[in-house]
């Protein structure tokens, strides 16, 4: 089992509890403003990445779809919105993140069509093959462990299904690299401050997305878990990109 150095980025280095623990109680504590801060803390370009991410599912006409750590359902619901599939299952380890996506699909009712369940992505309860497509928006750094959570996800994939991944990376033109970083590391936390008591939550966000195993290591491990024509789509100057792959 290969680890990687976002795997062990925790929210709280002192707690005794697992990183699969502490970022479901992180959620929890988040919940009712995580909607909010991601459209000001990105100035809403977030929507636009998933949509994009999104699309490029559009071809294959997925009838169903998971969506991993899905949160709050914004993917889900824009999936619908989209793709118009049969079905769409959303899983996540956020009791809190996920009753507020159940009120979401309550308001639009879409309760027959979007079910939303408490679940690991790294012991996902479902058979093989059960699945046209997969959805993971900003989620796959929260993994405890990224190599077990890709693994399932091909298992529970059908022959002929498509991964979509939607995570943050990091610009790689130096002029914006510097202001990226100087967002990250002081603009993005200072703000935080001033509206919430959760810091460390979001300090723990930056850190798991500086850590993370971007651009074309994250295809290697993708084609180790079993994925086939990978590729990427770099958004917004590199800071966030479109990871695919099909079984």
Known sequence: MTKFAHDVVVPDGQSNLTKK?????????????????NRFLSAGIDVGWRKK???????????????VATGTADVALMSY???????IIGIDISEGMLELGRK???HLNLNTVIELQKGDSEKILFDDNSFNAITV???VRNFEN???????????????????VLEFSKPKQFWFKGFYQFYLKIVAPSFVQMFSSDKKAYQYLNDSVLAFPEGE???HIMQGAGFKQTYLKSLSLGICTIYCGSK
Not at 81 to 87: D, E, S
């Open 21 to 37: 623990e502490q970022v479901a109680k992180m959620f929890d504590s988040i919940a009712f403003k995580y909607d909010f801060m």
């Open 53 to 67: 991410a999104i699309k490029e599912l559009k071809t294959g006409q997925p009838k169903i779809i998971l969506d």
């Open 81 to 87: 919105k989209i793709l118009h599939p049969k079905k």
């Open 104 to 106: 979401k699909i309550e």
């Open 137 to 139: 928006a900003f989620g």
């Open 146 to 164: 990224l190599e077990n959570g890709l693994k399932e996800m091909f298992r529970v994939l059908k022959p002929g299904g498509k991964l979509v």
């Open 217 to 219: 290591n994250f295809l």
